[in-house]
């Protein structure tokens, strides 16, 4: 069983940027692909960002590429996303995953989920 926290969010300007860490115990870290996904007030949980065992591959919705960045430290079980040139519109909670697949950017495929943190960009 793989035990997941978020930290790093927060309410900041529209431009600022934020780096959300996410830090895994109790299972293999290395062995799974890892995910961000987000869920805004009244919408449905959507993907952003995910990563593969290794590190070797990294995908993004396009509404984040070029501002955001995903990676990976084994040694430290953890997970990041760094959040540049932040919007309005992407105000949410933000929560990591675990896969045990090598990497995926479908919701239904992760298997451990951490509570998630708020991220509020203000205009």
């Known amino acids: 069983q793989v035990q997941l926290v978020e930290s790093g969010g927060g309410l900041v300007q529209a431009g600022d940027s934020l780096r959300l860490s996410c830090v895994a115990s109790?299972?293999?870290?290395?062995?799974?692909?890892m995910g961000w996904f987000r869920q805004a007030p009244g919408k449905e949980r959507k993907f952003v960002a995910s990563?593969?065992?290794?590190?070797?591959?990294?995908y993004y919705v396009d509404s984040v590429k070029g501002r955001f960045t995903i990676s990976r430290d084994d040694a430290a079980h953890t997970v990041y996303l760094q959040m540049d040139s932040l919007k309005p519109e992407d105000t949410a909670v933000y929560y990591c995953?675990?896969?045990?697949?090598?990497?995926?950017?479908?919701?239904?495929?992760?298997?451990?989920w951490g509570r998630g943190t708020q991220v509020t960009v203000s205009s």
């Open positions: 995953a675990a896969t045990t697949s090598h990497v995926s950017k479908m919701l239904a495929e992760y298997d451990y």
């Open positions: 109790g299972g293999t870290f290395s062995s799974y692909g």
């Open positions: 990563i593969s065992v290794r590190g070797g591959s990294m």
